[in-house]
Nanobody
């Protein structure tokens, strides 16, 4: 069974840092794109960052570029999101997601609608 388990959320003050992790099981990790999405209260889910499988190229939303760093450990089947300089607008539920490279093909690697394996979400609250 394909599964993703996210962890690491919590409450942090404005300007603080958090590190989210997502553990994957049930699929060949190297052959899948991994991504982080988030959903703020009352808003649509949006892309935060994604990282490709074999070539590990990373992509970021403009709002987090320079503050967040995505990384993957193919030996441990985990993907992480280091979040620095957190702002109140970063508050939301963060979801990790996965998409097979074969199924993705040459389509946009971070397109939310293409991802079909989702973790349960972890809440990040940034207080001012």
């Amino acid at each position: 069974e394909v599964q993703l388990q996210a962890s690491g959320g919590g409450v942090v003050q404005d300007g603080g840092s958090l590190r989210l992790s997502c553990a994957a099981s049930g699929f060949t990790f190297d052959d899948w794109n991994l991504a982080w999405f988030r959903q703020a209260p009352g808003k649509a889910r949006e892309m935060v960052s994604c990282i490709r499988g074999r070539d590990v190229n990373a992509y970021y939303a403009d709002s987090v570029t320079g503050r967040f760093t995505i990384s993957r450990d193919n030996a441990r089947n985990t993907v992480s999101l280091q979040m620095n300089g957190l702002k109140s607008e970063d508050t939301g539920v963060y979801y990790c997601a996965a998409k097979s490279l074969i199924e993705l093909g040459y389509r946009a690697p971070c397109d939310l609608v293409l991802y079909d394996v989702w973790g349960q979400g972890t809440l990040v609250t940034v207080s001012s």
